[in-house]
Nanobody
Framework: QVQLVESGGGSVQAGGSLRLSCAAS???????MGWFRQSPGKEREFVSA????????GYVESVKGRFTISKDNTKNTMYLQMNGLTPEDTGVYYC????????????????WGQGTQVTVSS
C-alpha cells in the first residue's frame, strides 16, 4: 500500500518561502510524482511533476521560475521549494504518486497524501 505524507506547510507573508516535503512508503524511483493544490471553491489543479528518475520536471505556468520540484530516491522523499509566494498560491497542497513515468494530469495519479495547508498573506 502506498502512503504519502506531506509536511512543511504554514503561513507566510507575500514574497516568503516554504519547502514542502512528501515522504513515501514506497520506492519513489518507481513512481512519477507530483504536487497539486486546491483553493476554496476551486478544483484541484496541477502544480508540478517529476519523473521516476527525476530527470524530467514540469510546472504550471503560474509557478515557473518560483517553484522547484525535486526528489531524493534514496530517502523516498519528494520536495517542492516555493519562493516568491503570492496570495494566489494559497491552498491545500497534495502530494501524489502515479505508476506512469511522468504525468501532469490529475487523472494519472492513483495515490494521494492528506494535504498540507499553505497560506500566503498580502
Amino acid at each position: 500500500q502506498v502512503q504519502l505524507v506531506e509536511s512543511g506547510g504554514g503561513s507566510v507573508q507575500a514574497g516568503g518561502s516554504l519547502r514542502l516535503s512528501c515522504a513515501a512508503s514506497v520506492r519513489t524511483s518507481r513512481y512519477g510524482m507530483g504536487w497539486f493544490r486546491q483553493s476554496p471553491g476551486k478544483e484541484r489543479e496541477f502544480v508540478s511533476a517529476i519523473s521516476w528518475s527525476g530527470d524530467r520536471t514540469g510546472y504550471v505556468e503560474s509557478v515557473k521560475g518560483r517553484f522547484t520540484i525535486s526528489k531524493d530516491n534514496t530517502k523516498n522523499t519528494m520536495y517542492l521549494q516555493m519562493n516568491g509566494l503570492t496570495p494566489e498560491d494559497t491552498g491545500v497542497y497534495y502530494c501524489a504518486a502515479s505508476a506512469m513515468v511522468y504525468s501532469d494530469s490529475l487523472r494519472s495519479y492513483r495515490y494521494w497524501g492528506q494535504g498540507t495547508q499553505v497560506t500566503v498573506s498580502s
